[in-house]
Nanobody, 121 residues
Framework: QVQVVESGGGLVQAGGSLRLSCAASGTIFSINVMGWYRQAPGKQRELVATIGRGGNTNYADSVKGQFTISRGNAKNTVYLQMNSLKPEDTAVYYC???????????????WGQGTQVTVSS
């Protein structure tokens, strides 16, 4: 089985920073893209940022210059450094990983259970 587990959420004042972490574990042959989505109350889940195995990154326009995604050396971890946080960044943040469990197998998306980020004004 594969597990994707996030950590690092919490309550922070506007202008503060948080760093989210995510680790994938279990039966894993390779991990391609890892990334973060978020879902605010009453809104659809939206892309925040992604990072490929080679380090190429993609950000939502709303977080460019504010958030930084990075990947650990072991390639099974991903981080999201969030600076200058605003109340509108309040959401549940979900980590996902595109994982192949065998060398010949399909690539599937695995999701974490989410971590709450609350930014107070």
């Amino acid at each position: 089985q594969v597990q994707v587990v996030e950590s690092g959420g919490g309550l922070v004042q506007a202008g503060g920073s948080l760093r989210l972490s995510c680790a994938a574990s279990g039966t894993i042959f390779s991990i391609n893209v890892m990334g973060w989505y978020r879902q605010a109350p009453g809104k659809q889940r939206e892309l925040v940022a992604t990072i490929g195995r080679g380090g190429n990154t993609n950000y939502a326009d709303s977080v460019k210059g504010q958030f930084t995604i990075s990947r650990g050396n072991a390639k099974n971890t991903v981080y999201l450094q969030m600076n200058s946080l605003k109340p509108e960044d309040t959401a549940v943040y979900y980590c996902y990983a595109q994982i192949s469990k065998t060398w010949y197998g399909p690539v599937d998306n695995y999701w974490g259970q989410g971590t709450q980020v609350t930014v107070s004004s």
